[in-house]
């Protein structure tokens, strides 16, 4: 008899091979007459690091958006863990299980790390304004457990020795960190990543990486990530989509991906060894 022992994170892909977490159903997006998003169609499994890569206007931010019920698809749907997210305002997406972080930082500079953290907990909380402002029994009980569990997160992704400092005098990579664990004091199920690494330096942006891959193996959360960064997403992801003008070009592994002659010709271009076009530059950097 073989021994052989399957991890928890084995056993929710096998589990929910059939039942993705998230599915998107013919999703399009217009705005007066552009269309940002053309009949997108995936489904994303639980446990799974998820990329979404394209040209800048391929339709990367527009279709985070949709998920989280800022915009409002023309057509099509949003299946976020059997409910149709068409049902809930754009405020209910968060005690739905989806948190989101943001390319440019809207942090409180003088806010604590971990003040901030405990700010990312308020959908969890269920003492009320009247337990709450007495501070009785079950309020302080919830309260420290927020605490412990924001102490947990911020000693995950290396912010412990932070916790007690203000955003605004940290360097620029830890304050992108720390909204990566405000997102997660969320306890989310679904985490949309919007150019995590962007700004970054090359030691920071493998720091990253490297938290990324943590919050999969350790904490199980399915990750959507949307980056530039192309070593990084075909380094960690699991499956890439490739967008073009709002539409799906590509969908798959990493390595079929980056070989498939549409992406190399719509975005990856010089990276993956075409030529530059007449005036010298990359595709990437005269696509719109």
């Known amino acids: ?40 169609s995936f489904a994303v499994q639980p446990g799974e690091l998820f990329a979404v890569i394209g040209p800048n206007g391929a339709g990367k931010t527009s279709l985070f958006n949709v998920i989280s019920r800022v915009y409002q698809p023309a057509a099509g749907r949003v ?5 149709d997210m068409a049902r809930l305002r754009t405020h209910q997406t968060a005690r739905a299980g989806i948190a989101r972080t943001f390319q440019n930082l809207g942090q409180f500079p003088f806010t604590t790390v971990l003040d901030y953290l405990l700010l990312g907990r308020h959908t969890r909380l269920r003492s009320g304004i009247l337990l709450g402002g007495l501070y009785l029994g079950p309020a302080r009980d919830e ?4 605490r412990a569990e924001c102490l947990r997160i911020l000693d995950l992704l290396g912010l412990a020795r932070v916790r007690d400092l203000p955003l605004g005098v940290l360097p620029y990579g830890l304050q992108k960190r720390a909204d990566l664990a405000r997102a997660l004091a ?32 350790q904490l199980g959360v399915t990750q959507i990530l949307v980056e530039h960064d192309m070593a990084m997403v075909m380094g960690i992801a699991d ?3 490739v967008l073009d003008f709002g539409r799906v070009i590509a969908e798959g592994a990493p390595a079929a991906v980056q070989a498939n002659p549409d992406v190399i ?24």
Do not use: C
């Open 143 to 146: 309260e420290r457990a927020n």
């Open 79 to 83: 299946i976020f863990d059997g409910q």
């Open 1 to 40: 008899m073989s021994d052989t022992t399957t991890t928890p994170a084995q056993t929710r892909t096998q589990t929910n091979a059939q039942a993705p977490l998230l599915a998107v159903e013919g999703l399009t997006v217009r705005f007066a007459g552009v269309t940002a998003l053309s009949d997108v």
């Open 239 to 241: 499956r890439v989509l």
């Open 265 to 288: 010709k719509a975005y990856l271009g010089e990276e993956l060894g075409e030529a530059p076009s007449a005036d010298g530059a990359s595709p990437a950097e005269t696509a719109p």
């Open 186 to 217: 969320m306890r989310p199920k679904l985490l949309l990543l919007d150019e995590p690494v962007a700004g970054m330096s090359l030691e920071e942006s493998r720091d990253m990486a490297a938290v990324i891959l943590d919050i999969k193996e």
